[in-house]
């Protein structure tokens, strides 16, 4: 199994930055990809952004394409979400999720979330 924790949210003015972490831990041999999420009060669950282990192939939501990088440093076992010119729109709990090597189901770990609240 793998263990998430997110880190890095806060409150941050309009035009702001952040920088989320998610470390993984356990079976970190066998994460396949790594993916961001993000839900706002009263929406559903909404991707942000992945990276493939494999070739460090990226794919970002339209709403966050030239605003957040993610990246990873495979020595902590940890995916980075930088986020830049950041909008009243973006405030959300955010998830990071893995999917390990040969798995069946879409998502097989989530973190517990952290709260980027985005002010105008």
């Known amino acids: 199994q793998v263990q998430l924790l997110e880190s890095g949210g806060g409150l941050v003015q309009a035009g702001g930055s952040l920088r989320l972490s998610c470390a993984a831990s356990?079976?970190?041999?066998?994460?396949?990809?790594m993916y961001w999420f993000r839900q706002a009060p009263g929406k559903g669950r909404e991707f942000v952004s992945s990276?493939?282990?494999?070739?460090?192939?990226?794919n970002y939501a339209d709403s966050v394409k030239g605003r957040f990088t993610i990246s990873r440093d495979n020595a902590k076992n940890t995916v980075y979400l930088q986020m830049n010119s950041l909008k009243p729109d973006d405030t959300a709990v955010y998830y990071c999720a893995v999917r390990t090597l040969g798995s069946t189901r879409e998502y097989d770990a989530w973190g517990q979330g952290t709260q980027v609240t985005v002010s105008s």
């Open positions: 356990g079976r970190t041999f066998s994460i396949s990809t």
């Open positions: 990276l493939i282990r494999a070739g460090g192939i990226t």
